[in-house]
Protein backbone atom coordinates (compact mmCIF):
# COMPACT_ATOMS: atom_id res chain seq x y z
CA UNK A 1 0.00 0.00 0.00
CA UNK A 2 1.63 3.36 -0.87
CA UNK A 3 0.66 6.50 -1.60
CA UNK A 4 2.59 10.14 -3.33
CA UNK A 5 2.99 12.90 -0.86
CA UNK A 6 3.45 16.10 -2.84
CA UNK A 7 5.45 18.91 -1.31
CA UNK A 8 7.88 22.02 -2.09
CA UNK A 9 8.80 22.28 -5.29
CA UNK A 10 6.50 20.53 -7.16
CA UNK A 11 8.25 17.65 -5.23
CA UNK A 12 6.39 14.36 -4.78
CA UNK A 13 7.54 10.87 -2.75
CA UNK A 14 5.80 7.80 -2.99
CA UNK A 15 5.24 6.67 0.82
CA UNK A 16 3.97 2.96 2.63
CA UNK A 17 0.96 3.31 4.43
CA UNK A 18 1.67 -0.07 6.47
CA UNK A 19 3.62 2.10 8.84
CA UNK A 20 2.88 4.01 12.09
CA UNK A 21 1.66 7.42 11.41
CA UNK A 22 4.47 8.93 13.60
CA UNK A 23 7.17 7.28 11.58
CA UNK A 24 5.06 8.42 8.34
CA UNK A 25 5.19 11.91 9.60
CA UNK A 26 8.59 11.97 10.84
CA UNK A 27 9.95 10.94 7.39
CA UNK A 28 7.78 13.94 5.73
CA UNK A 29 9.23 16.42 7.97
CA UNK A 30 12.56 15.41 7.01
CA UNK A 31 11.99 14.84 3.28
CA UNK A 32 10.46 19.14 3.13
CA UNK A 33 13.16 20.00 5.26
CA UNK A 34 10.90 20.82 8.34
CA UNK A 35 11.66 21.43 11.91
CA UNK A 36 10.87 18.59 14.29
CA UNK A 37 8.70 20.67 16.69
CA UNK A 38 6.38 21.37 13.75
CA UNK A 39 2.81 20.19 12.60
CA UNK A 40 2.03 18.59 9.49
CA UNK A 41 -0.90 16.96 7.93
CA UNK A 42 -2.42 15.54 4.67
CA UNK A 43 -4.92 16.84 2.53
CA UNK A 44 -6.25 14.47 -0.39
CA UNK A 45 -6.84 16.65 -4.05
CA UNK A 46 -10.42 17.55 -3.06
CA UNK A 47 -9.47 19.25 -0.02
CA UNK A 48 -10.67 16.56 2.38
CA UNK A 49 -7.99 17.00 5.77
CA UNK A 50 -6.81 13.55 6.78
CA UNK A 51 -6.03 14.61 10.45
CA UNK A 52 -2.80 12.90 11.43
CA UNK A 53 -2.02 15.38 13.77
CA UNK A 54 -4.92 14.38 15.96
CA UNK A 55 -4.22 11.11 15.97
CA UNK A 56 -4.56 9.79 19.53
CA UNK A 57 -1.22 7.41 19.51
CA UNK A 58 0.51 8.03 16.30
CA UNK A 59 3.00 5.43 17.50
CA UNK A 60 0.76 2.94 17.68
CA UNK A 61 -1.81 3.65 15.12
CA UNK A 62 -0.86 2.65 11.13
CA UNK A 63 -1.25 5.62 8.47
CA UNK A 64 -3.38 3.22 6.40
CA UNK A 65 -6.40 3.52 9.50
CA UNK A 66 -6.49 7.23 7.50
CA UNK A 67 -4.71 7.22 4.02
CA UNK A 68 -6.02 5.00 1.44
CA UNK A 69 -3.38 3.19 -1.13
CA UNK A 70 -2.77 4.73 -4.53
CA UNK A 71 -4.08 8.41 -4.14
CA UNK A 72 -2.13 11.71 -4.06
CA UNK A 73 -2.26 13.69 -0.91
CA UNK A 74 -0.87 17.67 -0.25
CA UNK A 75 1.41 18.10 2.64
CA UNK A 76 0.20 21.07 4.72
CA UNK A 77 1.52 22.76 7.81
CA UNK A 78 -0.67 23.16 10.78
CA UNK A 79 -0.47 25.60 12.69
CA UNK A 80 -2.14 26.27 16.21
CA UNK A 81 -2.40 29.99 17.34
CA UNK A 82 -0.94 30.07 21.60
CA UNK A 83 -4.10 30.84 23.93
CA UNK A 84 -6.38 29.73 21.40
CA UNK A 85 -8.20 27.00 19.45
CA UNK A 86 -8.02 28.52 16.28
CA UNK A 87 -5.86 26.72 13.81
CA UNK A 88 -4.04 27.54 10.30
CA UNK A 89 -3.47 25.12 7.35
CA UNK A 90 -0.67 26.09 4.94
CA UNK A 91 0.11 24.39 1.95
CA UNK A 92 4.10 23.18 2.07
CA UNK A 93 3.54 22.37 -2.01
CA UNK A 94 4.44 25.97 -3.71
CA UNK A 95 2.21 27.30 -6.49
CA UNK A 96 -0.32 25.03 -4.71
CA UNK A 97 -3.45 27.19 -6.58
CA UNK A 98 -1.54 26.07 -9.91
CA UNK A 99 -1.43 22.57 -9.69
CA UNK A 100 -4.78 22.29 -7.46
CA UNK A 101 -6.60 25.97 -8.31
CA UNK A 102 -9.64 25.34 -5.53
CA UNK A 103 -7.25 23.86 -2.92
CA UNK A 104 -6.11 27.61 -1.42
CA UNK A 105 -9.84 28.68 -0.51
CA UNK A 106 -10.60 24.97 0.75
CA UNK A 107 -7.49 25.09 2.99
CA UNK A 108 -9.01 29.12 4.03
CA UNK A 109 -12.10 27.35 4.69
CA UNK A 110 -10.83 25.31 6.79
CA UNK A 111 -8.46 27.47 8.46
CA UNK A 112 -11.76 29.58 9.40
CA UNK A 113 -13.72 26.88 10.33
CA UNK A 114 -11.29 26.41 13.55
CA UNK A 115 -11.61 30.06 13.95
CA UNK A 116 -15.39 30.37 14.01
CA UNK A 117 -15.80 27.70 15.91
CA UNK A 118 -13.37 29.25 18.75
CA UNK A 119 -15.14 32.41 18.92
CA UNK A 120 -18.12 30.23 19.27
CA UNK A 121 -16.82 28.79 22.10
CA UNK A 122 -15.58 31.83 23.68
CA UNK A 123 -19.02 33.54 23.29
CA UNK A 124 -17.20 36.40 20.74
CA UNK A 125 -19.65 38.56 18.81
CA UNK A 126 -16.47 40.03 17.30
CA UNK A 127 -16.27 39.54 13.10
CA UNK A 128 -13.37 37.22 12.11
CA UNK A 129 -10.69 38.80 10.32
CA UNK A 130 -10.45 38.69 6.60
CA UNK A 131 -8.04 35.66 5.53
CA UNK A 132 -5.14 36.72 3.94
CA UNK A 133 -3.48 34.21 1.24
CA UNK A 134 -1.68 30.98 2.25
CA UNK A 135 1.14 32.68 0.37
CA UNK A 136 0.93 36.03 2.31
CA UNK A 137 0.43 34.38 5.66
CA UNK A 138 3.59 32.44 4.54
CA UNK A 139 5.51 35.27 4.24
CA UNK A 140 4.57 36.81 7.59
CA UNK A 141 5.19 33.62 9.29
CA UNK A 142 9.06 33.42 7.78
CA UNK A 143 9.52 37.15 8.57
CA UNK A 144 8.49 36.81 11.91
CA UNK A 145 10.59 33.83 12.30
CA UNK A 146 13.91 35.63 10.94
CA UNK A 147 12.97 38.88 13.41
CA UNK A 148 12.84 36.45 16.27
CA UNK A 149 16.40 34.67 15.27
CA UNK A 150 17.66 37.86 14.40
CA UNK A 151 16.85 39.36 17.92
CA UNK A 152 18.04 35.49 19.72
CA UNK A 153 21.72 35.84 18.28
CA UNK A 154 24.30 36.93 20.00
CA UNK A 155 26.09 40.52 19.02
Known amino acids: MFATVRFGANCQEMV ?26 LVDEKGILMNLSKVGDPASEYAS ?4 GRQRYI ?16 SLLEDLGKHYPDLPDRLQQLSGK ?13 RAQPHTSTRAR ?3 TL ?13
Open 16 to 41: NLLCCVQTLTGHLKWKCQCRPEDCID
Open 65 to 68: KYLQ
Open 75 to 90: LIRVVREENSEATCYE
Open 114 to 126: TQRTDQRKKGSLQ
Open 138 to 140: NRT
Open 143 to 155: QSKRNSELKNTPK
